[in-house]
C-alpha cells in the first residue's frame, strides 16, 4: 500500500500572520542596539530565511537609517550571535502576542486529517519557537511532525530540510505537497521532487505562483486544491 497523503506547511505567511510580533521584537532589539525602528512592512520584506538572516537584514536596515540620520560612526554594542539571541528571549515568550493564525486556518487543517492526510510543518523558525506557537493555538497534536529551521544539519531552501520532515513525519516525497508563500519553501520542494502549492494570501510575491504546481487564495481553498494536486 502507498503511504498516506502528507501535506507540509510552512508557518510565516502561511499558517501564521506573524509579522506583527517579529517586527515588534525587531523594533526593541534596535532600540537595544540604539538604532532607528522599522515599521511592520520593512520588517515583512525580511521574513523566510530563519532568525539569523532576520536579525542580519534588521540591523543592516537599521544602520542604514542611522547613517541618514548622523554621520557619526556607529559600533553595534552586540555580536551577531548576541543579537540573534537577545531576538529569540524576546520572540520566544510573545510569539503569539499579536500573531494570529490566518483564516480558515484550522478548520482547513481539520478537513484534511478528517480526509486521511498526515500534517506536517516545515519551518525556518527554531523549532522551540514553532512547537510553543502551535501550543499556543492548540494544533500541536495536528501535525506528525514540526521540522524547525535548527531540527537538522540543513534548513530551507535545502532539500534536506523538507526530506528530513517528510521522515519524521512518516511520509514519502512523492506523495506529498509542500504549501508555502515564499522562495525558500519553493526551492525546498522543488529540490525534494515534492510538489509545492503556493499560498497567495502569504507574504511571497505573485510571481512565484508562475513556477508551481499549484495555488490557493486562502486557507479556505488548501483541502480541494491539494485534493486536485495529489488524488487520493
Not at 502507498?2 to 506573524?18: E, I, K
Not at 520588517?43 to 537599521?62: D, E, K
Not at 479556505?220 to 485534493?227: C, F, K, Q, T, V
Request: glycine share 8%.
Amino acid at each position: 500500500m502507498s503511504a498516506p497523503r502528507l501535506a507540509v506547511f510552512d508557518m510565516d505567511g502561511t499558517l501564521l500572520d506573524s509579522v506583527p510580533d517579529l517586527a515588534a521584537c525587531s523594533r526593541e532589539l534596535l532600540e537595544i542596539c540604539h538604532l532607528p525602528p522599522l515599521t511592520d512592512a520593512e520588517v515583512c520584506t525580511m521574513i523566510g530565511n530563519g532568525v539569523p538572516t532576520l536579525v542580519q537584514r534588521v540591523l543592516n536596515a537599521g544602520r542604514e537609517k542611522q547613517k541618514t540620520i548622523t554621520a557619526q560612526p556607529y559600533t553595534l554594542p552586540l555580536t551577531e550571535s548576541e543579537a540573534v539571541q537577545k531576538f529569540m528571549e524576546l520572540y520566544t515568550p510573545r510569539a503569539t502576542r499579536l500573531s494570529r493564525l490566518f483564516p480558515d486556518t484550522q478548520q482547513a487543517l481539520e478537513q484534511l486529517k478528517d480526509a486521511g492526510w498526515l500534517l506536517a510543518v516545515c519551518t525556518n523558525k527554531p523549532e522551540v519557537a514553532a512547537r510553543r506557537i502551535l501550543d499556543n493555538f492548540g494544533l500541536t497534536s495536528l501535525f506528525a511532525a514540526i521540522g524547525g529551521g535548527d531540527s537538522f544539519a540543513a534548513h530551507k531552501p535545502d532539500p534536506a530540510h523538507l526530506l528530513g520532515t517528510i521522515k519524521q513525519a512518516g511520509g514519502e516525497a512523492v506523495r506529498s505537497v509542500m504549501i508555502g508563500d515564499m522562495p525558500p519553501d519553493y526551492g525546498a520542494a522543488t529540490g525534494a521532487e515534492v510538489k509545492f502549492m503556493f499560498a497567495a494570501w502569504g507574504y511571497g510575491s505573485s510571481a512565484l505562483a508562475a513556477q508551481v504546481d499549484g495555488q490557493a487564495a486562502s486557507m479556505a481553498e488548501i483541502p480541494s486544491a491539494l485534493h486536485a494536486l495529489l488524488p487520493a
